[in-house]
């Protein structure tokens, strides 16, 4: 079944979101890194950090229920004889398989544009059109915003050839470079 591409709803879909940041953040550490980034992107997932950060997509949520759209597919649990259309259409027995966070409009300062906060899409669905109906859904709500530039920008990782390719192919061009420093801070982790 091709996975529905819609609105996060908070009610039904903290769970699979979380699910699949999870992934998104555990594929920074290992893909993108060595040992060490892997764990200092694991360090960070606590229970702690989980309910910081659903409460952060909630807020954001609130100012635009498009921040955060999510590729959903009929679950695998879906009782026999159930009506798959309505069952989807309610968001019942739902995986979410991949979602967009592109961050509200009243934070279009920090980098003067829009910004994609987030994108991922689970492997098995990688390459399927998943992640463009996704990014389409990005660009239409940044074509919304109220900009200081008209761009819409993110973060990916130079090492990351296949996220890469995939921006390059949807007109994204290198616009300079993000440098990063650890704050010393008395019990920073990192």
């Not at 990014?135 to 200081?148: I, M, N, R």
Request: overall charge negative.
């Amino acid at each position: 079944m091709t996975p529905v591409v819609r609105p996060y709803d908070p009610d039904s879909d903290a769970e699979e979101l979380y699910r699949c940041k999870l992934a998104f953040e555990r594929g920074l550490g290992e893909h993108t890194g060595d040992d060490e980034k892997a764990a200092v992107y694991e360090r960070k997932l606590t229970d702690a950090y989980r309910d910081r950060w659903l409460d952060w997509v909630e807020r954001c949520v609130d100012d635009d229920e498009r921040c955060v759209t999510v590729a959903a597919e009929q679950s695998a649990r879906e009782p026999p004889g159930s009506d798959s259309a309505r069952s989807v259409a309610a968001g019942c027995d739902e995986d979410v398989v991949g979602y967009v966070f592109v961050l509200p409009e009243r934070l279009a300062m920090i980098w003067d544009a829009a910004v994609i906060n987030e994108l991922y899409v689970a492997p098995e669905h990688r390459g399927t059109g998943v992640a463009d109906e996704l990014v389409a859904a990005a660009f239409d709500l940044a074509e919304d915003q109220d900009l200081p530039l008209d761009r819409v920008v993110l973060d990916v990782d130079p090492a990351n050839e296949r996220a890469r390719a995939f921006y390059d192919r949807h007109g994204f061009d290198g616009w300079g470079e993000m440098v990063a420093r650890p704050l010393d801070r008395p019990g920073s982790r990192d």
